[in-house]
Structures are given as C-alpha cells and as structure tokens.
C-alpha cells in the first residue's frame, strides 16, 4: 500500500458522525483537546525515551571495557526519571481534571430529558413543567442547537453507557441511581451513538440517534411528537384494530388509543423515525414487517416476542406503524 492512500484511510477514521475526533459541541471539544494533549505529551516521551536509549546504546559500546558508571551519576539520572514522570504524570491528570467539568454544567433550570437504558434499546422522556405536554419517544434524540440540555441519565435493568462521540464523553447509566450529562450540539446534524457499558447478548444493537436541529425545526418536532396518534384509514386502521387485539398493546403505548403497555418502546409516532430495533434496520415498511414476523431472529434475546399474525395481518400492521408519524 502507497504511503498516501494510507494516511488518507488512516485520517478518514477521524471524521464522521460517530468520532470523538470530529467534535461537535463544547464537551466534545474539551475532550478532543485533551486527547490531542496526551498523544503530543506521549509522543514527546515516547521519542524521549527512545532517544536516550539510543544514546545509552551507543555510548556503552564505544566505552572502554572495565570502566563502569560511578552510582553518583547513575543515582542522579534515576532521579530525574523520577522526577519528570511525576511531573508529566501530575500535569496530565490535572488536565483531565480540568476536563472533566465540561460533560456535566449542572445548571439547575436547563432543560431536561430522562434517558433511561433498556435491554436492548433507549427510552427518551421530554419532561414538561405541563404533564400534559410530556412524552416519550425511543432511540432518536432530537436537540435544539446552541442551547445546553441537560440528561438525567437512569437505568432499569442492568448498566448502560450512554456514548455519542462528536457530543460528549461516555456516562454510565447505573440502576438505582441518577446520573448526569449536558449535551450541546455547535451545529445542526445527525450523530450517532452507542452504548459503551456491555449490557447482555444485544449490546453491539443498542445504537442512537441525536438529531441536532435549529429551534424552530426542534419547535415543530417538539409539537408533532406532543400530540396523539393522529386517525388513520385504510389499510392502517385494518393494522390498528389488528394492533390492538394482539398483545401488541400490552407491551406498547399509542397515545390517542387505548395502547398502554410501558414494557417496549413507545409508538406513538414510531414513524417518524430513521431506524428500528436501536440502530438495527432502516425504518421502511419492509423491516417493520420483518421485525414483527421474526424478532428473535433479528435481534436474537429482546424482550419481543413472536407474535403469531397472518401475512395479510402482517401488512396491515406495517401499514399502520408507517402511518404514525
Ligand atoms: Cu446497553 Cu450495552
């Protein structure tokens, strides 16, 4: 391979929308810096160290045989390894401490959303001072941009990580306790994340999505999501009515039906969604039917069961989860 088609591979594994090398917001910059910090102090040591021994190499075979280092200048040059480490080593993890205060800016009044870490997906709750105006949504995160938003960050089985790499560092979420972290996107986009705790079987399939939107995009969101599953005809109402006499309803909220379950991911507007099953499938008509015919296979362990419907069923179910936008 050709020196350059190297680097440029090499470099291209810094940009995207899932690097913590391609910042996106304050938090992740402080974190960019500070990685670019310890690859220069390092590379400095490295080369250092390096060039010393080099030194030491060169310098023992050109010595005259039987003539050994006195310990005087042996016990001051282990003192000064000594001491620069500590000194290298001090300055970095203040750095890091210096660092670490940009994830979470803890003000009490911004706005806050609950993400609490599911087997194997993410439930967002948009709290409102309004209860009216609560909800709920999973695995896509909308955010206005420029503006702090604060993430109180739970979990209700097993430990998660909540990890979007352009936005901010990683952040545990711990079962029976609260944590937190400020997101800020600088600029509007998509941003993947991950999570970064190993949390059962389907951990690689527990992927999001923070769209990061100018506020009256964030706004007209925010009011479509608010609101209840709009009517549907057709073909979707046959797939609501088939919805709702399946099990489907017990483990999954509609709000505007009598869906009510809370053990899955709310659908309210399921359709307005990229993916499916946390990162696992676009969302077309074609995935959300093959999801429903066989989700053990796709995502083998979720808690969804298989339900047993009718190929006409099938599609009819699609039609409707398509339809809540
Ligand atoms: Cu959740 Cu890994």
């Known amino acids: ?119 194997w997906w993410w439930q967002f709750i948009y709290l409102d001072p309004d209860p009216a105006k609560s909800f709920q949504t999973a695995n896509e995160l909308h955010i206005p941009v420029g503006t702090d938003i604060r993430l ?20 545990d ?18 941003y993947r994340g991950q999570c970064a705790e190993f949390c059962g079987l389907q951990h690689s399939h527990m992927a999001l999505l923070v769209v990061a939107e100018e506020p009256e995009d964030y706004a007209r969101w925010l009011a479509a999501q608010r609101a209840a599953a709009a009517p549907v005809d057709g073909e979707a109402a046959a797939g609501k009515l088939v919805f709702m006499s399946k099990p489907c309803a017990a ?4 709000r505007g039906t009598e869906a009510s379950g809370t053990t899955g991911p709310d659908l309210t507007h399921i359709g307005s969604r990229s993916t499916i099953g946390a990162g696992l499938l676009e969302n077309t008509r074609g995935s959300i039917a093959a999801w429903i015919a066989d989700p053990q296979t796709l995502k083998p362990g979720n808690n969804m069961p298989l339900v047993p419907v009718t190929s006409e069923e099938l599609r009819q179910l699609s039609a409707y989860m398509r339809e809540l936008q």
């Open 1 to 119: 391979m050709k020196i350059a088609p190297a680097c440029v591979l090499f470099l291209s594994g810094c940009a995207g929308r899932q690097s913590a090398l391609d910042a996106g917001g304050p938090s992740a910059s402080a974190l960019e810096n500070l990685i670019f910090l310890f690859v220069a102090v390092c590379s400095i040591v490295f080369v250092l160290v390096m060039g010393v021994m080099a030194w030491a190499l060169l310098r023992a075979r050109n010595q005259t045989p039987g003539r050994p280092q006195t310990e005087r200048s042996m016990g001051r040059v282990v003192a000064g390894a000594i001491v620069a480490t500590f000194v290298v080593i001090t300055f970095l993890t203040a750095a890091s401490f210096y660092a670490t205060p940009s994830l979470d800016r803890g003000q009490a009044n911004t706005p806050t959303i609950v993400v609490r870490g599911q087997q």
């Open 173 to 190: 979420l711990v079962p029976g306790r609260e944590n937190a972290l400020t997101l800020h996107a600088s600029k509007p986009g998509v």
């Open 251 to 254: 483990c999954h909220t509609i």
């Open 152 to 171: 109180r960050l739970e979990a209700s089985d097993v430990i998660h990580s909540f990890w979007v790499p352009n936005l901010t560092g990683k952040q």
